[in-house]
C-alpha cells in the first residue's frame, strides 16, 4: 500500500487558516487523497477527498499538487471544535478497508 | 451522513470476563463491517473485517477465538472480547460499509473497554 507521511502536531490559532500536508510520493495513478479527523475519544468522521483537483466543502479544502506526491487539507477560519487527529489516507476504492497512520494532531490555541 | 451507534460506549470489567459490543448502522444496509481498535496514544488498527452472513477474516495478529465477529444482519455485528485481559483494554471502533461504492466511510462513535 501505498503510505502517506504527516507531521507528528501542529499548532494554529483560533480563527486563523489551517494547512496541514501530507506527502504521498508512492502514490499510484488510481489513488484517492482521503482526509479523516478523529476528535477525542471519539470515531473517525469523514473531511474530504480528491484524485487529482482541488476539492472544497463546508468542512474544509484539498489541495493536491500537480504531481500527486503532496497534498494539503486546508482550513480556512479554525474553531477550537477543529482540535483532532488529522489522517491523510490513499484509497483505491471507496469502501475497502482503511490503513490509518500517525496522523497530525491539530492543537487550536484560543 | 450514516447514522452509526455503538453500545456501550464505555465498559469495565474483570480480568477473565467477557465482553460483547454490539454496532449498529442505523439507516443503511452494512454488508461489509471492519473492527479497529485504538490503543492509548496510537492509530486505529484494523482487528477484522466481516461480511454479512459469512465468517470474519482476522488480521495477521488478532486471535479470531478471543475476538468473536458476529454478522449475522446487515444492520448488526457483534464484537465479543473472551476471557479479556488488562492489555486488552483499548478504544474499539466499528466501521460499517453498504454494497455501493462510497466515497466516504462511517465509523461508530466507539467503545472504550477498561480491563481490571
Known amino acids: 500500500d501505498a503510505k502517506t507521511t504527516q507531521p507528528n502536531s501542529m499548532e494554529s490559532n483560533e480563527e486563523e487558516p489551517v494547512h496541514l500536508p501530507c506527502n504521498h510520493s508512492?502514490?499510484?495513478?488510481?489513488?484517492?487523497i482521503h482526509w479523516y479527523r478523529q476528535l477525542p475519544s471519539q470515531g473517525p468522521e469523514y473531511v474530504i477527498h480528491g484524485l487529482t483537483s482541488n476539492v472544497n466543502n463546508r468542512m474544509a479544502s484539498l489541495a493536491i499538487a500537480e504531481d500527486r506526491k503532496s497534498s494539503t487539507l486546508i482550513l480556512h477560519r479554525a474553531t477550537l471544535r477543529d482540535a483532532a487527529v488529522y489522517y491523510c489516507?490513499?484509497?483505491?476504492?471507496?469502501?475497502?478497508?482503511?490503513?490509518f497512520g500517525t496522523g497530525t494532531r491539530l492543537t487550536i490555541i484560543p | 451522513g450514516a447514522v452509526v451507534s455503538q453500545h456501550p460506549s464505555w465498559v469495565i470489567c474483570k480480568s477473565g470476563t467477557s465482553v460483547k459490543i454490539e454496532c449498529r448502522s442505523l439507516d443503511f444496509q452494512a454488508t461489509t463491517m471492519f473492527w479497529y481498535r485504538q490503543f492509548p496514544k496510537q492509530s486505529l488498527m484494523l482487528m477484522a473485517t466481516s461480511n454479512e452472513g459469512s465468517k470474519a477474516t482476522y488480521e495477521q495478529g488478532v486471535e479470531k477465538d478471543k475476538f468473536l465477529i458476529n454478522h449475522a444482519s446487515l444492520t448488526l455485528s457483534t464484537l465479543t472480547v473472551t476471557s479479556a485481559h488488562p492489555e486488552d483494554s483499548s478504544f474499539y471502533i466499528c466501521?460499517?460499509?453498504?454494497?455501493?461504492?462510497?466515497?466516504?466511510?462511517?465509523f461508530g462513535p466507539g467503545t472504550r473497554l477498561t480491563v481490571l
Open positions: 466501521s460499517p460499509q453498504g454494497d455501493r461504492r462510497a466515497n466516504e466511510q462511517f
Open positions: 508512492t502514490i499510484s495513478g488510481t489513488d484517492y
Open positions: 489516507i490513499l484509497t483505491n476504492f471507496g469502501n475497502e478497508k482503511l490503513t
